[in-house]
């Protein structure tokens, strides 16, 4: 009998964690049997697009005059080409001015016009002039105060023509053995 009060206890105790394991089988079984649906969008991907900007000068100089006289003048057209997925602000500034504020920088004018085609087929765009001294331009040192500013929907070449003067007046003596300089530069920034 001692047996038989023991083993009914042992059931007893036993049968309480048995039956909560036994519930929890039984809702698993039961959840995985429920009606499932899922939905999906195809796979999504981002990439960006490109701009690029050259000039038929690239890496050379426009000007490279050696032993300047009074009275010279001379002018030469450069095409900046733009290739871009974008629409684009292109403008023109200076970069590594050489004595940008010396007496040789305050006698040369500058004349740059923006316009399309080149030699004897140039054209102007209309209102797309800048005319100043190479100090003048040797002050515009950033994109923001660029000058000659367009847009451009995309792919797309504009021609400048840059001529420059050198006719001082009065007493000269102080230019000589002077030397200045510019590195003319055009940038874009997208607008979109």
């Known amino acids: 009998m001692i047996k038989s009060t ?6 007893r105790y036993a049968a ?7 519930s929890g089988v039984l809702v698993l079984v039961a959840s995985q049997a429920a009606f499932s ?14 701009i690029d900007l050259t000039n038929d000068h690239e890496g050379r100089a426009v000007f490279a005059v050696d032993k300047l006289a009074p ?7 450069v095409v900046v080409t733009y290739t871009g997925d974008y629409a684009s602000d292109i403008r023109m500034f200076a970069t590594s001015p050489v004595e940008p504020t010396g007496s040789l920088a305050r006698n040369i ?3 740059i016009q923006r316009g399309t085609g080149s030699g004897a087929s140039f054209t102007p765009d209309q209102n797309a002039q800048w005319a100043g001294t190479l100090a003048d331009f040797d002050a515009i040192g950033s994109y923001a105060n660029g000058v ?13 023509r840059i001529g420059y003067t ?3 007046t ?19 920034e997208t607008t979109s």
């Not at 023991?6 to 059931?11: G, H, L, Q, S």
């Not at 309480?16 to 036994?22: F, K």
Request: proline share 4%; no cysteine.
């Open 6 to 11: 023991r083993a009914k206890a042992i059931v």
């Open 16 to 22: 309480a964690p048995l039956g909560i394991l036994l």
């Open 37 to 50: 649906a899922q939905t999906s969008t195809g796979s999504n991907s981002w990439s960006t697009g490109t």
């Open 71 to 77: 009275n010279t003048t001379d002018s030469k057209d």
């Open 109 to 111: 004018t500058l004349t």
């Open 148 to 160: 000659l500013g367009y847009q451009t929907p995309g792919s797309g070449a504009k021609t400048f």
């Open 166 to 168: 050198f006719a001082p």
């Open 170 to 188: 009065g007493d000269t003596t102080d230019l000589m053995g002077k030397n200045t300089g510019v590195t003319f530069t055009w940038a874009a």
